[in-house]
């Protein structure tokens, strides 16, 4: 194995364990040392390669935005009509069959408004991924309508976002509730909303 390619897996080995942290305790939860016991990695290896905490966070916001960005990207590019694209990012947040679903991973979910109020780097990276995932969902209710497997609606970025948010909000009280029924409600909502003029 190369230099090159050990210092590549110390360095995901950190960002692994440091998104397994957060997502259980988040940002402010989780010390430095806790993500050096986690990885197995000494505070010097850490050093080399990030400046900081902050840092550290940065990096791993980026490498899950764009996982995220990725996974949805290959679900628009599979054959099949719109719509059922549509719904299975929708499905994808509810855990199923002993899996966790989107809503149950997502650091968007889990660390959104907590890095707003901390680091502007951090905020900035999520806004951005947000704005991605909403220009791909409104590029699906386009092409949906398209292929008539979507209702036309007059604004697909507004409604894009809203539905995002829609999504976003019940994920929140799902945490909250330690329950998925404010998840299924808004599938039943969203199937509802989408459902093409005619269809039963």
Not at 19 to 40: M, P, T, Y
Not at 52 to 70: I, M, P, R
Request: net charge negative; proline share 3%.
């Amino acid at each position: 194995m190369t230099e090159e390619s050990k210092s590549d897996l110390t360095r995901k080995r950190i960002l692994d364990a440091g998104r397994s942290l957060l997502l259980r305790h988040g940002f402010s939860g989780v010390g430095l040392s806790r993500i050096l016991a986690e990885s197995g990695v000494p505070k010097g290896s850490f050093y080399y390669y990030f400046a900081s905490k902050e840092a550290f966070g940065t990096a791993l916001l980026e490498e899950y935005v764009a996982g995220y960005l990725d996974r949805f990207d290959a679900l628009i590019t599979a054959p099949g009509p719109a719509g059922g694209k549509l719904m299975q990012f929708w499905d994808a947040w509810l855990a199923e069959a002993g899996q966790a679903g989107i809503a149950g991973e997502c650091l968007v979910v889990k660390l959104g408004a907590e890095v707003a109020d901390l680091s502007a780097p951090m905020r900035e990276i999520l806004d951005r991924g947000v704005d991605a995932v909403v220009d791909r969902i409104a590029r699906l209710l386009r092409d949906g309508a398209e292929d008539g497997s979507v209702a036309r609606v007059d604004d697909p970025e507004a409604t894009a976002r809203m539905l995002y948010a829609k999504w976003l909000g019940a994920a929140v009280l799902a945490k909250l509730a330690q329950s998925d029924a404010a998840l299924h409600m808004a599938r039943e909502e969203t199937s509802a909303q989408l459902a093409p003029t005619g269809a039963s």
